[in-house]
């Protein structure tokens, strides 16, 4: 048996799952010649250089659009997030909510004891149209600032989401599970008779609908601005494919509980990185990393895959002509975009895969968000209450979630356990609470009892969160996400790190501009700077003048002078809007079979007449869950299963990783 070559493009999030389960899978059957055995090759290429060790150092730390930042570049200190931040937590019930292969890997890298909560405010601070309020705050008495159809200015933004499905899911019919959402891509539609001055009638596909569209037919200007300003994403409300939307922006799953990881999230890919290094030499296999190297463009031939590379520093220029027998492409829409550019002029005969029309339209089938985040470090947390005193509107960072997880820690305390299966309700789990006398009435309610004080002190630590906001605004900062005191060493000063600034699409160019300052002219074409793989930015002190005149006004009122806020210690931004991602996050466009174009693009070739190649595309642009790295995680398993014989990690029997036929 020859030996064979497979190569990865991408040591994102995509690219090393795909390493690991290359590595660490199982065969579906006895005898496969698909999987890596000794004496075969393994390739990882990196355009950019992670620090993953430090036998493998580099720019910034790992997970392409995940960027955990330290303050001073120092691990022991304090840290934010200037990209992914989370994961869904899954409890492992064939039916209950969350990330299932993300959970999966942390438990697998042993990093469930690094896993800690980062859930979102039960009452979150709003600025909008220059009126502070908290979401509780918000009635027919203190409306917000809009004119909204039926009076929705009344209720949270959020209950914007809600009015938009109704034209065909109800709290009490829709799909629940991954598998029914998949089913509702193909065939959901409007199940309800519209108004005559509707847009769209009853029995309109929602996947032939965008959904900017479909919300303001459903909600007017003023109310589709309302939810548009109050959610804190523009990404949310972009005209996107409305059945995926729906499952987006679903407000009737159950609450579902948001981890980190205690070191940071770019700690998973170091620990997939020491784990892929391990089991390579293990089993024998050769794996090559090679940073600093991308991939430039890849034909099918006779006698394999034939692919070149680039390197950073010359990246118009051809370094190396290769071959391999299978190739992952773990890259966004952007960055295959450019190696079917190169390819298109290759001079080298062969299957052009990617420039198929066909392929060409699938991969044109996704939205490209732009994304823009500024993190800043100061000495005090001057956001939060204190005894002293604090801000005029400061954010409300305590919460009461118990969730089936605390259920499990009281039942080993010894609470009693017919109070346990009492408040284990709908009610309660998963339901945050905004302050501790809400969430004990809530409990003593469905107990019919009064709580001792032994008792209310065991509840009351299990389901206290610390959450991280956020806090919305319309203003160009857009949601503040406060990180604080996180840093392993306790002995040091402290210091108390947010995410000043959390834009997406129309907002993020606001911040460009300031950039450079007043007085300096731009000499990088945007087309060139590769500032995400660099890392984390410094900004310059207009851009923290400005943020600090924002802030200011979201925490001490409209025109409060900027000096409110204190100096930070450290500013810096990544521009995700920058090659090689072009984009923050994706999402399906309206016109399109979503399921078809997972089930196809994955691997490409399949669009093609006659045609049958090992080139592969994983990662969360194509996936169920865009945005996420369970998106990333998903995609790369069901091509590991489907087309290399991997058993799948987990039951996908309520789960598919992505859409089935």
């Not at 990881?261 to 990393?289: C, H, M, P, R, W």
């Not at 975009?337 to 895969?353: H, I, K, P």
């Not at 997972?598 to 399949?606: A, D, H, V, W, Y």
Request: aromatic share 12%; charged share 25%; hydrophobic share 35%.
């Amino acid at each position: 048996m020859s030996t064979k070559t497979y190569s990865i493009f991408g040591a994102g999030a995509a690219g090393l799952y795909t390493a690991w389960r290359l590595l660490d899978g199982t065969s579906k059957n006895k005898k496969n010649e698909k999987l890596l055995v000794k004496g075969d090759i393994l390739e990882l290429y990196d355009w950019g250089k992670y620090d993953f060790s430090k036998k493998n150092p580099g720019t910034r730390e790992p997970g392409a659009r995940v960027c955990t930042w330290h303050y001073k570049d120092n691990k022991d200190n304090s840290y934010l997030e200037l990209g992914g931040m989370r994961y869904l937590y899954w409890d492992g019930t064939p039916k209950g909510p969350g990330h299932r292969l993300v959970t999966k890997a942390i438990e697998k890298l042993d990093l469930k004891k690094d896993s800690i909560p980062f859930n979102e405010s039960a009452d979150p601070l709003m600025s909008l149209r220059s009126k502070n309020m908290y979401i509780s705050d918000v009635t027919s008495n203190q409306p917000a600032p809009y004119a909204a159809n039926n009076y929705g200015e009344d209720a949270p933004p959020d209950d914007g989401f809600t009015v938009i499905q109704s034209v065909a899911i109800t709290q009490d019919s829709g799909p629940v599970t991954r598998r029914e959402w998949c089913k509702f891509y193909e065939d959901g539609k409007i199940n309800i008779e519209m108004p005559e001055s509707s847009i769209f009638k009853k029995g309109d596909l929602l996947k032939e609908i965008g959904y900017w569209n479909l919300g303001y037919d459903m909600l007017g200007q003023e109310g589709f601005s309302y939810l548009s300003d109050g959610n804190g994403y523009s990404s949310n409300v972009v005209n996107s494919n409305s059945a995926q939307s729906f499952n987006v922006n679903d407000e009737f799953t159950p609450g579902t509980e948001y981890k980190t990881l205690i070191k940071g999230y770019s700690s998973l890919f170091d620990s997939l990185f020491e784990e892929v290094e391990k089991l390579a030499k293990q089993k024998g296999i050769t794996l090559n990393y090679y940073p600093n190297t991308r991939l430039r463009s890849i034909l099918h031939t006779k006698s394999g895959i034939h692919f070149t590379t680039a390197k950073r520093e010359s990246p118009d220029k051809l370094a190396e002509s290769k071959k391999c027998d299978a190739a992952f492409l773990a890259m966004p829409r952007a960055a295959i975009e450019l190696v079917a550019e190169a390819t298109r002029y290759s001079d080298t005969e062969g299957m052009d895969v990617l420039n198929h029309e066909k392929v060409q339209l699938y991969l044109e089938s996704v939205i490209m968000e732009p994304s823009y985040k500024i993190g800043m470090f100061f000495k005090t947390p001057w956001w939060r209450e204190t005894p002293d005193g604090g801000p005029t509107y400061p954010a409300k960072l305590t919460s009461y979630f118990l969730t089936l997880e605390g259920i499990a820690k009281l039942k080993k305390e010894n609470f009693p356990a017919e109070y346990l299966n009492k408040i284990n309700n709908p009610a309660i789990i998963g339901i945050p609470f905004n302050d501790k006398a809400s969430f004990i009435a809530a409990v003593e309610n469905a107990i019919q009892e009064r709580l001792t004080f032994k008792q209310e002190s065991q509840i009351l630590t299990v389901a206290e969160l610390d959450t991280i906001g956020p806090s919305i605004t319309d203003m160009p900062i857009r949601q503040v996400v406060y990180f604080g005191d996180n840093a392993r060493n306790e002995k040091g000063d402290k210091v108390y790190g947010i995410l000043a600034s959390y834009d997406d699409i129309q907002y993020s160019t606001f911040w460009k501009a300031l950039e450079l300052g007043p007085k300096a002219t731009r000499k990088i074409p945007e087309s060139r700077d590769c500032q995400p793989l660099e890392g984390p930015r410094k900004a310059t002190p207009v851009m923290v003048k400005m943020l600090r005149s924002q802030l200011a006004a979201l925490h001490f009122g409209p025109q409060t002078d900027y000096s409110a806020v204190p100096e930070p210690l450290e500013t810096k931004y990544m521009d995700w809007s920058l090659p090689p991602f072009n984009a923050g996050y994706h999402a399906y466009k309206s016109h399109y079979n979503l399921g078809d174009v997972q089930r196809k693009i994955r691997k490409p070739s399949q669009l093609v007449p006659k045609t049958d190649c090992d080139i592969f595309i994983v990662g969360e642009t194509y996936s169920n869950d865009q945005a996420w790295v369970e998106g990333a995680f998903c995609t790369a398993e069901s091509v590991l299963n489907d087309f290399f014989g991997i058993e799948p990690i987990i039951d996908e029997k309520y789960y598919p990783f992505i859409s089935p036929e």
